[in-house]
Nanobody
């Protein structure tokens, strides 16, 4: 099965920016809605942002609305998350996947990419 590979995380100061990438090479993501999720230490994984198959429609968690932007390149089988105005509460491991409803997903979870925001 295709392994999703997230990258682009790192340590950034309060108010900084990062761009995360999700590589789904070997798959055809154009047929799926894609989404980003995150999991902070000791907490459950939570939804961050979702994008439609064509990229024309996006949806964000209230906590990131106006600061994060999800995008996709179906030709490259890539999904991105541009994160601006980062806050310490954004610190988490970030994952991408294709939601299929009822808390199920089309792909196995990748290893994620760590984002740490220092104050």
């Amino acid at each position: 099965q295709v392994q999703l590979v997230e990258s682009g995380g790192g340590l950034v100061q309060l108010g900084g920016s990062l761009r995360l990438s999700c590589d789904a090479s070997g798959s055809i993501i154009s047929i799926y809605f894609m989404a980003w999720y995150r999991q902070a230490p000791g907490q459950q994984r939570e939804f961050v942002a979702r994008i439609s198959t064509s990229g024309s429609s996006t949806f964000y968690a209230d906590s990131v609305k106006g600061r994060f932007t999800i995008s996709r390149d179906n030709d490259k089988n890539m999904v991105y998350l541009e994160m601006n105005s980062l806050r310490p509460e954004d610190t988490a491991v970030y994952y991408c996947n294709a939601p299929r409803g009822s808390d199920t997903y089309f792909y196995n979870w990748g290893q994620g990419t760590q984002v740490t925001v220092s104050s």
